[in-house]
């Protein structure tokens, strides 16, 4: 009784501590606005791939590459996401084998 106790609160805080939730859950863009944001980032991105990238400084080829990190980062936090650790997932399998 003592261990199952012990498993179950395990499980329970590595399944809390490993959940995360993206900062855009309280985003005030609307639908719209976010469907047009991601219209106007994937323009950018197809413009930045048809560069040629043998003109430019190697400061303006940073710029280019942080701007493009900048957009990857914006991107994930409009759509919210829950990320589970696979650590977490097993043990909330084992937790079902012993339970069922």
Do not use: W
């Not at 501590?17 to 719209?32: F, K, V």
């Not at 413009?47 to 493009?68: F, G, P």
């Amino acid at each position: 009784m003592k261990t199952r106790i012990h498993l179950f609160a395990l499980a329970f805080i590595l399944s809390c501590t490993s959940m995360t939730t993206a900062q855009a859950a309280t985003s005030t863009l609307t639908h719209e606005q976010t469907e047009a944001r991601i219209a106007q980032i994937k323009d950018r991105v197809d413009q930045i791939k048809a560069m040629d990238y043998t003109h430019l400084s190697k400061s303006d080829r940073t710029n280019v590459r942080h701007e493009l990190k900048d957009m990857k980062k914006e991107l994930s936090t409009m759509e919210p996401y829950i990320y589970i650790s696979a650590g977490a997932v097993i043990l909330i399998i084992i937790l079902l084998l012993i339970l069922l």
